[in-house]
């Protein structure tokens, strides 16, 4: 089952990266825990997404294109980085998630999305 891990955005992530002694901190324990996914066989992908005031959006209306600029509002609704893993099922997932390191300094949240996969359409 492949699924997509998604690290949800806060207000310090949309604030971009600092080299404080925190993110540092913070960015060696989960260099860590993706060598751990890595040695597991789990991790297919993962990265972390720059601030959304670098993003752009676009709108589709019919044959309308709308460009959108970020930054964009309801931080909670961003996402901040992703993996993308290859695991047995959903419980092995979250068993995963939960030994993740804390990715935002305060409190934080990850979501857990099964991809579609050929199976499902037939």
């Known amino acids: 089952m492949r699924v997509m ?20 901190a913070m ?13 597991a ?9 720059r601030p959304s005031s ?13 460009v959108i600029d970020g930054p964009f509002s309801q931080t909670r609704e961003l996402v901040a980085g992703f993996w993308l893993w290859d695991v047995k099922d959903m419980d092995e997932a979250v068993a995963w998630v939960k030994r993740c390191p804390n990715p935002m300094p305060g409190p934080s949240e990850i979501e857990i999305r099964p991809l579609y996969e050929m199976s499902d359409f037939q």
């Not at 066989?41 to 997404?49: P, V, W």
């Not at 670098?54 to 709308?66: C, H, L, M, V, W």
Request: glycine fraction near 14%; charge should be negative; proline fraction near 2%.
């Open 5 to 24: 891990v998604l690290v949800k955005a806060t207000e310090d992530s949309e604030k971009g990266f600092s080299s404080t002694p925190e993110s540092l």
């Open 27 to 39: 960015l060696e324990a989960m260099g860590k825990f993706n060598e751990e996914l890595v040695k």
């Open 41 to 49: 066989g789990i991790m297919r992908a993962g990265e972390g997404l």
């Open 54 to 66: 670098e993003g752009k959006r676009i709108a589709f209306d019919g044959s309308g294109r709308t």
